[in-house]
Each structure stands twice: as C-alpha cells, then as structure tokens.
C-alpha cells in the first residue's frame, strides 16, 4: 500500500503553486503543468511528480523575476 502521507505533500506542493499563479483556475493549473512536461504522466510517480513539479515552480518563479525586472 502506498504511503497515505504522500497525499498532503503532493497536495501542499500544488497549493504552492497555485498561490503563485492565483488568477489561475485549477483546471488551467493542472494543464499548463501538463504541457510543460511535454508527456503524459498517468503513471508517473508521486515522488517523480513531487520532483516535475518543483521544477516546473522554479521555472514560473524564475521567469516572473525576469518579467517583473523587466
């Protein structure tokens, strides 16, 4: 049985996001997270989504510093 603990930390990483992004609707969230990756990640892992989607943060957070610089 997978680890239920996994659940809040996958969720606390998505709200993170999220609150980054608030005008983004869940839906947008979720899709734009998906092109990205540029795959379909139906059976990608908890752990590897953990790791996709803390890049995918660093990414939005470094090119909104870029932005706001500009």
Known sequence: MRDPK?????????????YEFPDWRFMQLICNFQSWMG??????????FQKKLSEYLNRLQKTRRIRDEN
């Open 6 to 18: 996994r659940i809040n930390k996958c969720l606390n990483m998505l709200r993170e996001v999220w």
């Open 39 to 48: 795959t379909d990640s139906f059976f990608l892992e908890d752990e590897d």
